[in-house]
C-alpha cells in the first residue's frame, strides 16, 4: 500500500510539472506573433490565420512534432524534401513529417510551402483581412482532412481576436502592440497605445513583393486594399507612368479598386493560343476585354475594325488573335 501512495504521489508529481511546462493558446500566440506578422508583410499570408493554424496544428507548441521536430503545422515532408524528418502517426502510421532546426524555421517554411504549392495559389488573390476566405480557402485546397477545418480556425482568430495583426504594417511594429505582454487583450486598439519594445526585434524588409501571376504571358498583381497607382510602382520598381500605360489608365488616376489586377507590363497584340475569340456578356467593356485577356485595347479595336469608345452588344464577338473579317457587300 505505501508502494502504491508512492508510486501515485510521483505521478502527480509528474503531471503537474508537465502541465506547468504546457504553453497556453495565449502564451503562443505571445511567443510567435512577431513570426507571423514578419511572414504575413513578406507574403500576404493574413497573420491571423498563420497564429491560429500554429495553436491548432501544434495543440499551441505542446504537440510530440511541435517539441521533436518543431514542425508547427503539421506539414509532411512531400517528395521534394531534403531536410531533417520525423515520423508520427497521422492518417496513417509512422508517417513522414518535415523537421526543423527551430521553431523559426517552420514559420518560414510554412511561407515557403503555401506560395510554391499550386494549389494554394489562388488563396494570394484574397485580401489579408479576410481570414474567413483564407480559412476556407485552406480547407478547399485540402490543407486538412477535417471538414470543420477552416470553423476551428475562425473560432480561435475571433475568440484571440488575431484578426487586429492583419492590419498591421511596417511602420506599425516597432512601437504598437495589440496585445499586452502580461497576455491580456487589450481592450481597444489605438494607434496612441505605445509599446516600443513589443516588435523590437522584427526586422521586415521594405522592398519584399508580394507574389505574382500571369497572364498572357505577362505578369499581373493584384490590387489589395489601401494601394495606390503609386505604391504598386514603388514595390515594383517602376514609374506610376508604366502603371497607368499598360492599364490604360488615366493619368490622374490615384487609387485602384482592390481585388482587381493590373498589369506590369506592357500588354501583347493578340492573346495566347486558344483564345482565338471572345463572346461579349452583358456589361462588359473591350477595355474588360483587355485586361481579361492581356491583348492591347488599341490591338483590340484595330483587329475588330472598330473606333475606340465603341459600345459592345452582348454576344458580339470580338476577335482576339486574328483580324475580323470584313462584312461583303
Same mark, same amino acid.
Given at each position: 500500500?505505501?508502494?502504491? $501512495?508512492?508510486?501515485?504521489?510521483?505521478?502527480?508529481?509528474?503531471?503537474?510539472?508537465?502541465?506547468?511546462?504546457?504553453?497556453?493558446?495565449?502564451?503562443?500566440?505571445?511567443?510567435?506573433?512577431?513570426?507571423?506578422?514578419?511572414?504575413?508583410?513578406?507574403?500576404?499570408? @493574413?497573420?491571423?490565420?498563420?497564429?491560429?493554424?500554429?495553436?491548432?496544428? $501544434?495543440?499551441?507548441?505542446?504537440?510530440?512534432?511541435?517539441?521533436?521536430?518543431?514542425?508547427?503545422?503539421?506539414?509532411?515532408?512531400?517528395?521534394?524534401?531534403?531536410?531533417?524528418? $520525423?515520423?508520427?502517426? +497521422?492518417?496513417?502510421?509512422?508517417?513522414?513529417?518535415?523537421?526543423?532546426?527551430?521553431?523559426?524555421?517552420?514559420?518560414?517554411?510554412? &511561407?515557403?510551402?503555401?506560395?510554391?504549392? @499550386?494549389?494554394?495559389?489562388?488563396?494570394?488573390?484574397?485580401?489579408?483581412?479576410?481570414?474567413?476566405?483564407?480559412?476556407?480557402?485552406?480547407?478547399?485546397?485540402?490543407?486538412?482532412? +477535417?471538414?470543420?477545418?477552416?470553423?476551428?480556425?475562425?473560432?480561435?482568430?475571433?475568440?484571440?481576436?488575431?484578426?487586429?495583426?492583419?492590419?498591421?504594417?511596417?511602420? +506599425?511594429?516597432?512601437?504598437?502592440?495589440?496585445?499586452?505582454?502580461?497576455?491580456?487583450?487589450?481592450?481597444?486598439? $489605438?494607434?496612441?497605445?505605445?509599446?516600443?519594445?513589443?516588435?523590437?526585434?522584427?526586422?521586415?524588409? @521594405?522592398?519584399?513583393?508580394?507574389?505574382?501571376?500571369?497572364?498572357?504571358?505577362?505578369?499581373?498583381?493584384?490590387?489589395?486594399?489601401? +494601394?495606390?497607382?503609386?505604391?504598386?510602382?514603388?514595390?515594383?520598381?517602376?514609374?506610376?507612368?508604366?502603371?497607368?500605360?499598360?492599364?490604360?489608365?488615366?493619368?490622374?488616376?490615384?487609387?485602384?479598386?482592390?481585388?482587381?489586377?493590373?498589369?506590369?507590363?506592357?500588354?501583347?497584340?493578340?492573346?495566347?493560343?486558344?483564345?482565338?475569340?471572345?463572346?461579349?456578356?452583358?456589361?462588359?467593356?473591350?477595355?474588360?476585354?483587355?485586361?481579361?485577356?492581356?491583348?492591347?485595347?488599341?490591338?483590340?479595336?484595330?483587329?475588330?475594325?472598330?473606333?475606340?469608345?465603341?459600345?459592345?452588344?452582348?454576344? &458580339?464577338?470580338?476577335?482576339?488573335?486574328?483580324?475580323? @473579317?470584313?462584312?461583303?457587300?
Amino acid at each position: 500500500m505505501k508502494q502504491l $501512495s508512492i508510486v501515485f504521489l510521483f505521478w502527480l508529481l509528474t503531471v503537474s510539472l508537465f502541465a506547468q511546462n504546457k504553453l497556453s493558446r495565449r502564451e503562443y500566440i505571445e511567443t510567435y506573433k512577431v513570426m507571423a506578422v514578419r511572414e504575413m508583410l513578406r507574403s500576404g499570408i @493574413p497573420a491571423s490565420i498563420t497564429l491560429a493554424q500554429g495553436c491548432l496544428e $501544434s495543440d499551441n507548441g505542446n504537440s510530440p512534432l511541435a517539441k521533436n521536430a518543431n514542425n508547427h503545422f503539421g506539414i509532411k515532408c512531400k517528395s521534394d524534401w531534403k531536410g531533417e524528418r $520525423s515520423y508520427h502517426d +497521422d492518417d496513417q502510421k509512422n508517417e513522414c513529417f518535415r523537421k526543423y532546426r527551430n521553431s523559426e524555421e517552420s514559420y518560414l517554411d510554412h &511561407t515557403e510551402y503555401l506560395l510554391k504549392t @499550386p494549389r494554394y495559389g489562388y488563396l494570394f488573390k484574397l485580401s489579408r483581412t479576410d481570414y474567413n476566405a483564407w480559412a476556407h480557402g485552406l480547407r478547399a485546397a485540402g490543407y486538412a482532412t +477535417d471538414p470543420n477545418y477552416a470553423a476551428r480556425l475562425i473560432k480561435i482568430i475571433e475568440e484571440e481576436q488575431l484578426f487586429v495583426f492583419d492590419s498591421l504594417e511596417s511602420d +506599425d511594429l516597432p512601437n504598437q502592440s495589440i496585445l499586452t505582454r502580461e497576455g491580456k487583450k487589450s481592450d481597444q486598439y $489605438s494607434g496612441k497605445k505605445k509599446h516600443q519594445d513589443t516588435f523590437k526585434e522584427l526586422t521586415i524588409n @521594405p522592398y519584399a513583393r508580394r507574389e505574382t501571376f500571369k497572364i498572357n504571358g505577362l505578369d499581373i498583381v493584384y490590387v489589395k486594399a489601401g +494601394d495606390t497607382y503609386k505604391s504598386i510602382a514603388e514595390e515594383f520598381d517602376m514609374k506610376e507612368w508604366e502603371i497607368h500605360t499598360y492599364n490604360n489608365l488615366k493619368k490622374d488616376a490615384l487609387q485602384p479598386e482592390p481585388d482587381v489586377y493590373l498589369f506590369l507590363q506592357r500588354k501583347k497584340c493578340r492573346a495566347e493560343k486558344g483564345n482565338d475569340i471572345h463572346v461579349v456578356q452583358p456589361r462588359e467593356t473591350m477595355y474588360s476585354i483587355s485586361q481579361k485577356y492581356g491583348v492591347s485595347l488599341s490591338a483590340l479595336y484595330c483587329r475588330n475594325h472598330m473606333k475606340k469608345g465603341t459600345e459592345l452588344t452582348a454576344g &458580339t464577338k470580338i476577335y482576339l488573335r486574328k483580324m475580323k @473579317p470584313r462584312e461583303k457587300r
